[in-house]
Each structure stands twice: as C-alpha cells, then as structure tokens.
T-cell receptor, first 111, second 115 residues
Framework: EDQVTQSPEALRLQEGESSSLNCSYT??????LFWYRQDPGKGPEFLFT???AGEEKEKERLKATLTKKESFLHITAPKPEDSATYLC????????????FGQGTRLTINP | DSGVTQTPKHLITATGQRVTLRCSPR?????VYWYQQSLDQGLQFLIH???????AKGNILERFSAQQFPDLHSELNLSSLELGDSALYFC??????????????FGPGTRLTVL
C-alpha cells in the first residue's frame, strides 16, 4: 500500500530562519510527487510536481527536492505569510490516478 | 484561485439526511476527483471521474455516490448521514497528459457539519 509520512507535524520558526520539511514515501512505482500548501479552511494550493530522483524545483523562498525514498521542502528566509500547512502527496504509476497524502506539516513563522 | 468551484461553501444538516455537493472543474479539465478531509484521517481519496465515466474508487462509503454530467460538472451525494461524515469535502480537476502525471487543482471545499 502506498504511504506518505511527513515530519515534523508542526514547526515554529522565526522570520528569516531557514529550515526543511521532510516527506518520506513508499509507492509501487512513482508517477509523481506533489507539494501543496493549505491555509486553514481553504483548498490545497499546488506548489510543485517532482517526477524523478535528483529533480529540484524552486518558487520564491521554496525549493523542493526528490530522492528515491523522500522529498524535502526547503524554506529559505521565511516570512509570516509562509505560515500554512504543507502537504506532500504521491501518485503511483499503476492503477488509479489518486493522490495519497501525508498528514502535513503545520508551519508557523513568527515575526 | 484555482478555477475549480464548489458549492455550497458550508452545509449544516442532521443525522439521517441526504445532501448534494457540487463541483465545476477548471475550463478544459476532463477529470474530477473527490477527497474527504477530516482531522484524524487527513485528505482521503473518494472517487475519480473522467469525461463522465467513473475511473476509480477509493475509501468511499456505500452511502456516498457521485456522478459527472455531460457539461463535466460533478456532484457528490451523501445519504443517511452520520456524525462521522462531518468533514471538508474537496473536489479537484486535471487535464490528463500522456507520459507524465497530471496536476490536480483543488477547489475551495464544502464544509459539512452533521448534527
């Protein structure tokens, strides 16, 4: 069964303090790994798709990387508006095109 | 704004009742996915429709059903509601592309409260 585990569950940082969020996954052949941002009571907002080990993608203060067993979301010099829950999901090569989500990391950036 | 719309935004109802949640996908997207998000379970896949046909089912209860109409909007029907059905229900849409995965864009969700 495909599984995604995210750590830590929650993370508090000071504004400007860089850090990384982890997403470990097991999947029977990876079609894609996705990162989403979710604000309270809102729908997940797409950030990145990664397809193969070694791939990296960047957007403003965020950079996502992928290995064969995990992905990292690096946040550089975060601002309070980066506070949100960050969700990681995988889509398997075979079978349904569903996304299997982790429980998320709740990130709080203090000014 | 993802371009996916969902109505209603909030729904409060009683146990045993039936409700219908509606989703309009982004213009041009043929696939619609339904997910349930509860505090203890996280985001869970329910069902996938592609161009009017059911493609895959996940952890969807028999009391729940869905369909996708010719204009590509989708409805999720929840019946004999129980307290445990209280959750956020999201719809996502995508354009399938050959060779790579298709990104799913999520709507704002419907918050269902069963009293």
């Amino acid at each position: 069964e495909d599984q995604v585990t995210q750590s830590p569950e929650a993370l508090r940082l000071q504004e400007g303090e860089s850090s990384s969020l982890n997403c470990s996954y097991t999947v029977s052949g990876l079609r894609g790994l996705f990162w989403y941002r979710q604000d309270p009571g809102k729908g997940p907002e797409f950030l990145f798709t990664l397809y193969s080990a070694g791939e990296e993608k960047e957007k403003e203060r965020l950079k996502a990387t992928l290995t064969k067993k995990e992905s990292f979301l690096h946040i550089t010099a975060p601002k309070p508006e980066d506070s949100a829950t960050y969700l990681c999901a995988v889509q398997a090569l075979q079978g349904a095109q569903k996304l299997v989500f982790g429980q998320g990391t709740r990130l709080t950036i203090n000014p | 704004d993802s371009g996916v719309t969902q109505t209603p935004k909030h729904l409060i109802t009683a146990t045993g009742q039936r409700v219908t949640l509606r989703c309009s996908p982004r213009s041009g997207d043929l696939s619609v996915y339904w997910y349930q998000q509860s505090l203890d379970q996280g985001l869970q896949f329910l069902i996938h429709y592609y161009n009017g046909e059911e493609r895959a089912k996940g952890n969807i209860l028999e009391r729940f059903s869905a369909q996708q109409f010719p204009d590509l909007h989708s409805e999720l029907n929840l019946s004999s509601l129980e307290l445990g059905d209280s959750a956020l229900y999201f719809c996502a849409s995508s354009v399938p592309t050959t060779g790579f995965t298709d990104t799913q864009y999520f709507g704002p969700g419907t918050r269902l409260t069963v009293l």
